[in-house]
């Protein structure tokens, strides 16, 4: 369990592969959600559940796993009164990866997912920090090997910061962003659409956000929990704009609380012709978001040359 491994590969323009969704394949695999951290819970409440979707992943093809922590952000846990357990809780999710990594016997590196899951945006930024800072500690003291600031889809000024925080960890650091197409512009912006029943949120454009961001980090960026159809035009955007590494992580479906719903699933065959179609546009790095289960990730890890 290292980064070595996937510098390397990324030194020499070989692809990576990540792993899928974790709550969509812990459902199916009989974990029960929470109504307020969704998956959250999973990794103390279902832990062997957890364990055995990341090796679902590394068996898949995937380089990289990524911990359940995406929904157990300490802003999050703190608004729904478990700050006693934000510590427990990611310092569990580190542990059950590794676990798995272990049981794989294979140099699989392990992300640890920092979030701003539960959009308390209108916080604002001061209140945040800590709780960024926080997440970020905990994962990087408990042994991830790279941290993923995971779908970032708030205002840039956010974002920003959270990128800042992220530059304190002495390990790489990826960012994923989330993008939407604002309807009447036309135009690719900052955003998620995540439910059928409301509208999408829409933020600042993508392009300018991304100019401020490159400034600030320089290693790999990821479009990410945004939907196919988005991905390929924000990867020629980010592309255009940016000469480090590039990957994508789309979603397949809808949320409905607490759970993540396929909807109209993507037959393997179609979601590895548009992985492809993104790999020869310069994306380096791939996988899946919610949505995206155990299948998909398998039928793309064909494209990997070693
Ligand atoms: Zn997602």
Not at 21 to 36: I, R, V
Not at 179 to 186: A, E, F, L
Not at 191 to 209: A, I, Q, R
Not at 254 to 260: G, L, R, V
């Amino acid at each position: 369990m290292s980064y070595k491994l996937i510098k390397e590969k990324l030194d020499n323009n070989k692809l990576i592969i990540l792993d899928g969704a974790m709550g969509s394949e812990l459902e199916k695999n009989g974990a029960k959600m929470d109504k307020n951290l969704w998956c959250g819970t999973c990794s103390v409440e279902f832990p062997e559940l957890v364990v055995k979707v990341h090796e679902d992943y590394i068996k898949a093809g995937a380089d990289v796993i990524t911990t359940n922590t995406y929904a157990s952000t300490p802003i999050s846990m703190r608004n729904y009164g478990m700050e006693n357990s934000i510590k427990e809780f990611n310092q569990k999710s580190v542990q059950v990866a590794k676990k798995a990594i272990e049981n794989s016997k294979k140099d699989i590196a392990l992300a640890g997912s920092v979030s701003a899951s539960g959009s308390y945006y209108k916080l604002g930024i001061k209140a945040m920090i800590p709780g960024f800072n926080e997440q970020l500690k905990i994962l990087t003291d408990e042994g991830v090997d790279l941290i993923i600031l995971e779908a970032m889809s708030s205002q840039a000024d956010i974002v920003q910061t959270m990128i800042e925080c992220s530059m304190k960890s002495n390990i790489p650091v990826w960012l994923s962003i989330s993008c939407v197409i604002d309807d009447k512009t036309k135009k690719i912006m900052l955003g998620y659409n995540d439910t059928l029943d409301s509208p999408p949120e829409v933020y600042e454009n993508f392009e300018k956000s991304l100019n401020k961001f490159i400034k600030l980090h320089k290693g790999p960026i990821l479009i990410a929990h945004s939907d196919i159809s988005v991905t390929g035009k924000a990867i020629d955007i980010a592309k255009k704009n940016f000469d480090g590494i590039i990957g994508a992580y789309p979603n397949v479906g809808f949320y409905e609380k607490p759970h993540w719903r396929s909807g109209d699933t993507i037959r393997p065959d179609d979601y590895l012709n548009e992985v492809k179609s993104w790999v020869k546009s310069g994306a380096q790095i791939v996988g899946g978001c919610c949505g995206v289960g155990t299948n998909l990730i398998e039928s793309i890890s064909v494209l990997k040359d070693n």
